[in-house]
């Protein structure tokens, strides 16, 4: 290819770094200070929707998973503790725990042999039940009584939402995950549950979590670690310190009575400011984990917080916006 074609087809990445003024200072960063890069997966399935992009179709994650494997040296968290790190490195997380991981991504790790990380929300293991987000997408989405405004109570205030077209409906969808974030999660549960009965809604078992036996033979095949992520995925800053105590703990201690072994690794529901501070953090150093990640962007260096470990959130791309998106990442310190 000639100069002015490789430019020319390389020119949108080129100049998103660019734009980023301090990448050739991360770039000198990284010939000293080799960094890994953490990868963020949650769903791998084949969805109506998917409102947060967090779904890649079982097709673009095997793409993923191939170009991974040829082109990069893929480790897990135990790698870390030791110091020959190679570039390019990285770590393939998911989060949540949902039955798709274990029906679409893990028969593809298994056929590529690459490792990768679960987060587990111990809460809806062997229940059936769904998240909170997933069950408000149902509410608005799924619900052929909804006409063209929706009343909600919420702590003993009714609101109206308009649904009367798909852009409202999306626009109340997002209002309506705002409120809810913040509540507790049992006034949110009995919030869902009396809208689901009174619309006369079912449990949609396509987003369903994983049940034990999945996860026994996840753990069993030695490619999947295991790690928490909190019984009911609160907003973990949102709730007492006690009750923050009580959600991590009992989601490492569910895992390591199930699979007999330690649970050291803890990722923050949500991932973001809002959901956890320094009172969390050391809530995670107490109880003994060695890492904890988040879902802030940035690459991870020797000098990163090890309980605040920043990870880059994969999209539905194909091969080639893959390939992009990954020359891109090691250029974000
Ligand atoms: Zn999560």
Known sequence: MSLKGYIKENLPWIRSIYR??????????????????????????????????????????ERHIRILKNHYNVITFNDLKRNDIKEPSVIITFDDGYYDNYKYAFPILKKYQVPATIFITSGGVDTGKEFWWDRLETVLFENKNLRESIELDILNQRHIFDVSDDKKRLHSFYTLHHMLFSLHPNERDMMLDRWYESYGLKVNPNNRTMTSSELIELYQSQLIRLGAHTIHHPALKQISREEQIHEIQSSKLFLENLLHTDIDIFAYPFGHKESFDQVTEQIVR???????????????????????IPRFGIEDWSEDEFIRQMKLVWFEN
């Not at 990640?293 to 917080?305: C, D």
């Open 286 to 308: 107490d109880l003994g984990f060695t890492y904890s990640v988040s879902t802030k962007r940035a690459q991870l260096h020797s000098n990163t917080n090890p309980f605040s």
């Open 20 to 61: 980023k003024r301090l990448a050739p200072i991360n770039l000198i960063h990284n010939i000293y200070d080799k960094p890994v890069v953490v990868l963020l997966y949650h769903r791998v399935n084949h969805l109506n929707r998917d409102l947060f992009n967090i779904n890649v179709t079982p097709d673009n994650f």
